[in-house]
């Protein structure tokens, strides 16, 4: 007996999870979406089994229900299934930014049949739609459940087995806590990533020739605000008490520096500076915790034609594989840094030691 789920929103995030269910024959999945051409392109590319244009119909058949869609249509969506009369138990899910405003309406259903668990895989993109879903997309990613009230367990355990093709690493959280968290590192900095590019957009009224002296930092800092805007407002919405609370945080922030700026506080902001980039440069090398640990080294590429496929050819000679990759820029169409992420720190020391006897240039990040 096959499991059937009901995927309802195939964008690049219920297409990706579409994409890693569909790889396990034991997965029967049902697709459905509001836009005819993403159910026409999953069926194509056997992102599905089957399209659906009825949700109803389509969540009657299933043992799991994934709301895949933007978070304001995933609370309608719940008092839609609310609605629906099934003939077993079906665990429903969704995979939003925020928790809060999800479990709040999950805590108020009243059908008996639904277990619902809010998901939210921490993993995507600037990008969106169908067409760029990626099945590896949630590999060695944190995905946090956040089970309603009366959900039993048997239920979260169910879609813990479930979710294993994504190869994520689950965590379970407090619905307010995870929006607390994804607030101050993920939400907050996007708005705040806007912003910036914003105050550059209207220096560039002044000075032309900003966009061209936008270089590495400028860059690093403000990838994120090429996000889809439509998704980023639905999340700052739905998080907006914590995003509120931020900016107020951020404003006293701000005037602290104006004044050690002011006061000429030239060790305050020495110490300030020093703080944050310790910090900084401790993230992400814990060895507990629920974050999985990242080994960087920063290699020098500049100039060296195919420098990329031979610094992964070395290392994949050594047995050692790359968990995450990405060139550096120093200026606007000169490769500059190949930054390289390995998932031990024997893995790194190795890497660093055999990339230097090839006479690359090389940082190891403590
Ligand atoms: N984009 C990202 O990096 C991440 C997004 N998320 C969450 O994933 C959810 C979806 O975001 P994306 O996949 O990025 O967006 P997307 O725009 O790529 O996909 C949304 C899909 O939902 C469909 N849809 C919209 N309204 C619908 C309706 N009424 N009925 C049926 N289908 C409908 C759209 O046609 C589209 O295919 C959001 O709740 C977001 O907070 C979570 C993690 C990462
Ligand atoms: O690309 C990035 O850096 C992201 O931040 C992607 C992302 C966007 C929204 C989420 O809820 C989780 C991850």
């Not at 990613?141 to 009230?149: C, D, E, G, M």
């Not at 814990?286 to 920063?298: H, I």
Request: glycine share 6%; hydrophobic share 40%; charged share 25%.
């Amino acid at each position: 007996m096959r499991t059937t789920i009901t995927m309802i929103g195939l964008g690049l995030i219920g297409g990706s999870l579409a994409k890693s269910l569909y790889a396990s024959e034991d997965n029967y999945i049902i697709g459905c979406d509001i836009n005819p051409k993403t159910l026409e392109f999953a069926l194509m590319n056997e992102i599905i089994d089957e399209a659906s244009s009825n949700v109803t119909e389509a969540a009657k058949k299933a043992d799991f229900i994934i709301l895949g869609t933007p978070i304001t249509e995933t609370l309608e969506f719940l008092d839609q299934l609310d609605n629906i009369t099934f003939e077993q138990k079906v665990i429903v899910t969704d995979v939003s930014s925020v928790k809060k405003t999800v479990l709040d309406k999950a805590n108020t259903l009243t059908n008996q049949n639904i277990r619902f668990i809010g998901g939210h895989p921490m993993a995507g993109s600037h990008k969106r739609g169908i067409k760029a879903a990626k099945a590896h997309l949630f590999e060695n990613a944190i995905y946090v459940l956040s089970p309603a009230k009366n959900c039993p367990s048997s239920a979260a355990e169910a879609l813990e087995n479930l979710l294993t093709d994504t190869k994520s690493h689950i965590i379970k959280l407090k619905a307010d806590e995870h929006d607390e968290m994804t607030g101050v590192i993920s939400h907050f900095p996007h708005l705040i990533a806007s912003a910036l590019v914003r105050q550059a957009m209207k220096w560039g009224e002044t000075y032309q020739f900003i966009p061209k002296l936008a270089a590495g930092g400028f860059r690093d800092v403000t990838r994120i605000a090429s996000g889809n805007p439509e998704l980023w407002q639905d999340i700052f919405y739905h998080n907006k008490e914590k995003m509120v609370r931020m900016i107020d945080d951020w404003t006293n922030e701000m005037a602290s520096l104006k004044y050690m700026l002011q006061t000429d506080g030239k060790s305050e902001l020495t110490a300030y500076l020093k703080q944050a980039k310790d910090f900084r440069d401790g993230l992400g090398t814990k060895e507990k915790g629920a974050f999985p640990a990242f080994y960087d080294l920063y290699v020098d590429i500049r100039d060296q034609t195919g420098a990329i496929a031979s610094v992964a050819n070395i290392l994949a000679g050594e047995g050692i594989s790359i968990t995450n990759i990405r060139i550096l820029e120093i200026r606007e169409g000169i490769t500059g840094v190949l930054r390289l992420s390995v998932s031990s720190k024997d893995e790194q020391i190795k890497s660093y030691q055999v990339l230097q006897q090839y006479g690359y240039d090389l940082m190891l990040e403590e």
